[in-house]
């Protein structure tokens, strides 16, 4: 069995185990969940090389694991705006890297589905926070 596929059983092990618990939270509580997966790509000046092959000039200088710390604080940031709005989210990311060495993250959070545009607003506006202002 290669890593690969390896890698791939043990995320969709994981996935089925949010499921249930998101089944399980809903027969509890008389609630139900949605699932939204997501991609999320670090802004532009991460990135080393251009999908053209030519060096970006607006690169930072960044290493991947500079820009997994940019992930990971800014999630975090992006758990605390949740928090605050009485949110409450479960789920799992994996990460993966662009072409050219950059991390991106794929991913899927639960949340009750009255709270499902909420989460988009603020998911979106901390994931474009430094794209904006680049």
């Known amino acids: 069995v290669s890593n690969n596929e390896r890698r791939r059983a043990e995320m969709l092990t994981r996935v ?4 249930e618990l998101a089944a399980l939270d809903r027969m509890s ?3 139900d969940y949605v699932a939204l ?3 999320w790509t670090a802004p532009q000046q991460y ?4 999908e053209t092959g030519r060096r970006n000039r607006k690169w ?5 694991r500079e820009t997994q710390h940019y992930f990971t604080r800014t999630f975090k940031n992006f758990s605390t705006a ?13 990460t993966e ?7 991106h993250w ?12 909420t989460l988009r607003d603020v998911f979106e506006m901390y994931a474009n926070a430094e794209n904006c202002s680049a």
């Open 16 to 19: 089925k185990g949010l499921e």
């Open 29 to 31: 509580q008389d609630s």
């Open 37 to 39: 997966f997501f991609t």
């Open 97 to 103: 890297s662009h072409h050219d060495g950059t991390p």
């Open 82 to 94: 949740l928090t605050r709005r009485d949110i409450h989210i479960f789920g799992m990311h994996i």
């Open 47 to 50: 990135h080393a090389w251009l």
């Open 106 to 117: 794929h991913g899927i959070l639960f949340v009750r589905r009255e709270q499902e545009s």
């Open 60 to 64: 930072n200088g960044a290493s991947p």
